[in-house]
């Protein structure tokens, strides 16, 4: 299903133009520090971003950079409040509170805030679930799970995002209402560069939730990893990875670069391709995108497969072509026999199969569950076939090992 959602008014989703949100900074413990506005700019600020291209504002007077002295409630609804009162009616735009608690973020709603962005994903503080209920607001939500943004790699996003959006659901709040964070950004000790470059590169995986997703990448570590520059020097560097994510399925880009991020968002966006799909009456037909067997089950689940039946699906719904070089012609049918019975199929040299040639290289197609049982087959057999086993099953394992995918911060 494409993504296809009303917020506040505002369409966002597969088919709608990528939405921009400004970023007004109301704290001076944020680890940008020319992005923080004084109380007395901040309407020039805000509508300054809307002339070049926000469509949202997101406001916050407490830095979320895990480094941040921390600040208190009283000082954050000090910041904040006179802003909103000031932005209120005056900017052509949605605007959102950046807090993680709930008493505030309704005092912010009650000021005619459309939005609540809660970093912590609904953890820090459980009223935030009660309050966005209550007002039936959407909501920005980032992956967390026992501390904010504490997932690692794209994997364990997955899985508190599920889990966020499952107790959402279980709390009463609308799931169209929520939008999706995906916790870019250096946000706990043991996270490193890598397991954001895997979010980045595989940010297409988020469509398994058929909700919006929000990209906060602006001038963060994950950046600063590749290019070694201060926060003010790292504009660049944000865009080629703001352009990844577009690229890659993003409908919302927090920025604090608004007039330079619109170009890259315009110019990914329109190299951005959706799997077909056909609809006619009631009808509707379309390819899903699978390229990780876990994330078929978010969508087997959805049409009501039992665990079960997930757990026994999902390794047969992503196919692969594996190439292996200089084996015998023997050990080359041998393989392609193995195969076929298993429901696979392999591609060899004519001049192999009539046992001209000596050695040959073979092309290997199937399922991750053709190729387990493949690898199960060859490891018992004779010549070098073994070998060929354990290599098939490093590759395959090297598919999942994010170090040797990325190794991105040696360039």
């Known amino acids: 299903m494409a993504v296809d959602a009303d917020i506040c ?20 413990e944020s680890f940008y520090k020319a992005s923080v506005v004084d109380e007395d700019s901040v309407l020039d600020v805000a509508r300054k971003m809307v002339d070049e291209g926000a469509t949202m504002i997101d406001v916050g007077a407490r830095s979320t950079w ?59 503080d459980p009223g935030m679930m009660c309050v966005v209920r209550d007002y039936d607001c959407p909501a920005v939500v980032m992956a967390s799970m026992e501390r904010t943004g504490d997932p690692l790699g794209m994997d364990e996003v997955i899985i508190a995002l599920d889990e966020i959006v499952r107790r959402s659901e279980s709390h009463g709040i609308d799931p169209s209402r929520l939008i999706l964070d995906p916790a870019i950004g250096k946000w706990v000790p043991e996270k490193e560069a890598v397991h954001d470059f895997e979010v980045i590169d595989q940010f297409q995986r988020l469509q398994v939730f058929e909700k919006p997703i929000l990209a906060a990448i602006s001038r963060k570590s994950v950046i600063d990893a590749v290019v070694n520059k201060p926060a003010d020097e790292r504009l660049h560097g944000s865009l080629a990875a703001t352009a990844i994510t577009v690229h890659k399925g993003a409908h919302i880009i927090r920025t604090h670069d608004v007039a330079a991020t619109v170009d890259a968002v315009k110019v990914a966006s329109a190299m951005r391709s959706f799997p077909s799909a056909t609809q006619e009456d009631r009808f509707r037909v379309s390819i899903i995108d699978i390229t990780v067997p876990d994330d078929l089950v978010y969508y087997m689940r959805s049409v009501g497969v ?76 004779s010549r070098d076939l073994p070998l060929i086993a354990r290599m098939l099953r490093r590759t395959l394992e090297s598919q999942i090992d994010i170090k040797q995918k990325y190794p991105g911060t040696t360039l």
């Open 306 to 381: 039992t665990p079960e039946g997930c757990s026994i699906m999902k390794n047969k719904s992503v196919s692969m072509a594996i190439r292996i070089d200089n084996i015998t012609s023997t050990e080359a049918l041998i393989i392609k026999q193995e195969i076929l019975a298993r429901g696979g199929d392999a591609a060899i040299s004519r001049d192999a199969i009539s046992q001209q040639l000596d050695s040959t290289d073979v092309i290997v197609i199937g399922t991750l569950l053709q190729f387990e049982k493949l690898i199960q087959k060859l490891s018992g057999q």
């Open 9 to 28: 008014g505002l369409k966002i989703g597969d088919k709608h133009p990528v939405r921009l949100m400004g970023v007004i900074n109301l704290s001076n």
């Open 66 to 124: 895990p480094l941040a002295k921390p600040i208190s409630r009283n000082k954050e609804i000090s910041r904040l409040l006179p802003v909103l009162d000031i932005l209120q009616n005056n900017v052509d735009a949605i605007v959102s509170v950046d807090t993680m608690f709930s008493d505030i973020a309704e005092k912010a709603l009650s000021r005619g805030v459309d939005v609540v962005n809660d970093v912590s994903g609904f953890t820090t």
